[in-house]
C-alpha cells in the first residue's frame, strides 16, 4: 500500500491549495477527486478575490480574509514561476456598486461598521459619488449612485489558477487520483486508510476539502460539517476592448476581455442550471450599471453551487475523536486560496489549529456549546 504523509478529499481550489502546501514543503501528498459528474464550485465561480463585504460582526473572518488578499500576488507569482501558468491576479481595488440612495446608506453603514470592528489591523475604504466614482470607471451609467471602494480587492482567472495549482502539486511530487470517490474511511486516531480509485491509501494526516462532500465524509471522521449548497448563476460576454479597469461585486472584465456578470444567490438544492428570471434580473442590473453592455452579445450563461456554512463562515476544524483528520471548507475558495495553501497546510503538519482560527470551529454548529 503506497503510504502517504497526508490524504486530501476533494480536488477543487480548497483541497489542492492545501495539498499544494504540504507537497511544497516537501510532505508527500496524495489527492482523491471524484469525477466529473461531481459538483465543482472551482470550476463555475466568478474569480473575485475580494474583502470588502466579508466578516462584519466578525473581524476574524475580516482579518483572515484580509490575510490572503494580501498574501495573493506571492502566491500567484509563485505558481507562475513554478508552472509557467499564469492566474492573472490583479489587485487594482474594486467596488461595490450602490443603484439607490438606500443601498447607499446601507453601505455606508457596512463600511463605517468594517471600519471600527477592524482595530489595529485598520480598514481603509472610501465611499465614492457618482462624480467620483465615474472618474475611476467612465462607463458607469446615470443611475449609479454611488460605491464603496477598498483598496484590498481584486480578482484572478479560478480555472488558470486551478490549473496552476494541479501543475505544481505534480511538480512536487504530490499524486492526483480522479474518479476516487470516497465512501469509506478507515479511521484511528492519526492513522487514516481509505479504498479509492481501485487502490489503497494511508496516511496519517487526512484533510477533508471536499466541497459539498465534506458533510458527509465528516460525519466518517467525527466531524460535524454542516455545509449545502446555494447556487449562483454567471453570465459571460463576448469580448471587449479594456473597459473596467477594477471589479465590481457584480460585474468584472476578465483578462482575456469578457465580462462576467454574477453575484445571484438561491436556495435551490442541488439543482445547477440556469433560470430565465435571474439571468434577467442579473442583465438588468448589470445594463444599468455599465449602459454599454446592451450592444454586447452574451456568450454563455451557467450555475454553479456554492459550498455554505449555516452562517456563511469558513469551517475550519481537527477531529477530537480522530486527531490529525481536519477540515477545510468554504463559500469564498478563491479569496482563501492563498491563506489555505500558505497558512492552512502549516497547521495541517504543525497538527494543531492556532487560536484565530477558533471562531471558525464546528463548536459553533454544537448546540450544548451554544446552550
Ligand atoms: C456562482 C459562484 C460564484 C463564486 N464566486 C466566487 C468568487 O468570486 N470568489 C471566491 O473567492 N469564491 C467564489 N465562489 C466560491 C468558490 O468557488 C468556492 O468556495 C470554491 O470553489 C470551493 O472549492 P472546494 O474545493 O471546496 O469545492 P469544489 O470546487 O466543489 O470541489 C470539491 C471537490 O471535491 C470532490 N469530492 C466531493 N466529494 C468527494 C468524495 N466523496 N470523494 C472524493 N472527492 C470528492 C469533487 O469531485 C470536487 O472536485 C463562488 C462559487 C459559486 C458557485
Same mark, same amino acid.
Given at each position: 500500500m503506497p503510504d502517504f504523509?497526508?490524504?486530501?478529499?476533494?480536488?477543487?481550489?480548497?483541497?489542492?491549495?492545501?495539498?499544494?502546501?504540504?507537497?511544497?514543503?516537501?510532505?508527500?501528498?496524495?489527492?482523491?477527486?471524484?469525477?466529473?459528474?461531481?459538483?465543482?464550485?472551482?470550476?463555475?465561480?466568478?474569480?473575485?478575490?475580494?474583502?470588502?463585504?466579508?466578516? /462584519?460582526?466578525?473581524?476574524?473572518?475580516?482579518?483572515?480574509?484580509?490575510?490572503?488578499?494580501?498574501?495573493?500576488?506571492?502566491?500567484?507569482?509563485?505558481?507562475?514561476?513554478?508552472?509557467?501558468?499564469?492566474?492573472?491576479?490583479?489587485?487594482?481595488?474594486?467596488?461595490?456598486?450602490?443603484?439607490?440612495?438606500?443601498?447607499?446608506?446601507?453601505?455606508?453603514?457596512?463600511?463605517?461598521?468594517?471600519?471600527?470592528?477592524?482595530?489595529?489591523?485598520? /480598514?481603509?475604504?472610501?465611499?465614492?459619488?457618482?462624480?467620483?466614482?465615474?472618474?475611476?470607471?467612465?462607463?458607469?451609467?446615470?443611475?449609479?449612485?454611488?460605491?464603496?471602494?477598498?483598496?484590498?480587492?481584486?480578482?484572478?482567472?479560478?480555472?488558470?489558477?486551478?490549473?496552476?495549482?494541479?501543475?505544481?502539486?505534480?511538480?512536487?511530487?504530490?499524486?492526483?487520483?480522479?474518479?476516487?470517490?470516497?465512501?469509506?474511511?478507515?479511521?484511528?486516531?492519526?492513522? /487514516?486508510?481509505?479504498?479509492?480509485?481501485?487502490?489503497? /491509501?494511508?496516511?496519517?494526516?487526512?484533510?477533508?476539502?471536499?466541497?459539498?462532500?465534506?458533510?458527509?465524509?465528516?460525519?466518517?471522521?467525527?466531524?460535524?460539517?454542516p455545509v449545502r449548497p446555494v447556487r449562483g448563476q454567471i453570465i459571460v460576454t463576448e469580448r471587449v476592448s479594456p473597459v473596467l479597469s477594477m471589479p465590481t461585486l457584480m460585474i468584472r472584465q476578465t483578462m482575456e476581455g469578457t465580462i462576467m456578470i454574477g453575484e445571484s444567490r438561491e436556495e435551490a438544492g442541488f439543482d445547477d442550471t440556469t433560470s430565465p428570471e435571474i439571468i434577467r434580473t442579473l442583465s438588468e442590473r448589470a445594463v444599468k450599471t455599465f449602459p454599454f453592455l446592451r450592444n454586447i452579445r452574451i456568450v454563455r450563461t451557467w450555475g454553479a453551487l456554492r459550498v455554505m456554512a449555516p452562517d456563511g463562515l469558513p469551517i475550519y476544524e481537527q477531529s477530537t475523536e480522530f486527531p490529525g483528520a481536519f477540515v477545510c471548507t468554504c463559500h469564498s475558495g478563491v479569496t482563501l486560496a492563498a491563506a489555505h495553501a500558505i497558512h492552512y497546510a502549516q497547521y495541517v503538519i504543525d497538527g494543531v489549529l492556532p487560536p484565530e482560527l477558533a471562531r471558525f470551529s464546528t463548536n459553533r454548529f454544537d448546540v450544548r456549546a451554544a446552550a
Open positions: 504523509d497526508a490524504i486530501i478529499i476533494g480536488g477543487g481550489l480548497v483541497g489542492t491549495a492545501v495539498a499544494y502546501g504540504l507537497a511544497r514543503r516537501g510532505k508527500k501528498v496524495v489527492v482523491l477527486d471524484e469525477g466529473d459528474i461531481a459538483h465543482r464550485a472551482s470550476r463555475g465561480n466568478f474569480g473575485l478575490v475580494w474583502v470588502q463585504s466579508k466578516g /462584519f460582526g466578525i473581524p476574524e473572518y475580516q482579518r483572515w480574509t484580509r490575510r490572503s488578499s494580501d498574501s495573493w500576488a506571492d502566491f500567484s507569482k509563485a505558481l507562475l514561476d513554478e508552472t509557467g501558468i499564469a492566474t492573472g491576479h490583479e489587485r487594482p481595488g474594486g467596488v461595490t456598486i450602490c443603484l439607490s440612495e438606500e443601498e447607499f446608506d446601507k453601505r455606508r453603514r457596512l463600511m463605517e461598521q468594517l471600519h471600527l470592528e477592524a482595530g489595529e489591523t485598520k /480598514f481603509d475604504y472610501s465611499l465614492l459619488r457618482h462624480a467620483a466614482l465615474k472618474r475611476l470607471l467612465p462607463a458607469i451609467g446615470p443611475e449609479v449612485v454611488g460605491a464603496s471602494y477598498t483598496p484590498y480587492d481584486g480578482h484572478a482567472n479560478p480555472l488558470y489558477t486551478l490549473r496552476a495549482l494541479h501543475a505544481t502539486l505534480l511538480k512536487h511530487g504530490g499524486r492526483y487520483v480522479p474518479d476516487a470517490r470516497v465512501e469509506r474511511i478507515s479511521a484511528a486516531p492519526n492513522s /487514516f486508510t481509505i479504498a479509492a480509485g481501485g487502490e489503497m /491509501f494511508a496516511a496519517p494526516r487526512l484533510v477533508l476539502g471536499a466541497g459539498l462532500g465534506n458533510k458527509a465524509l465528516g460525519a466518517m471522521v467525527g466531524l460535524n460539517v
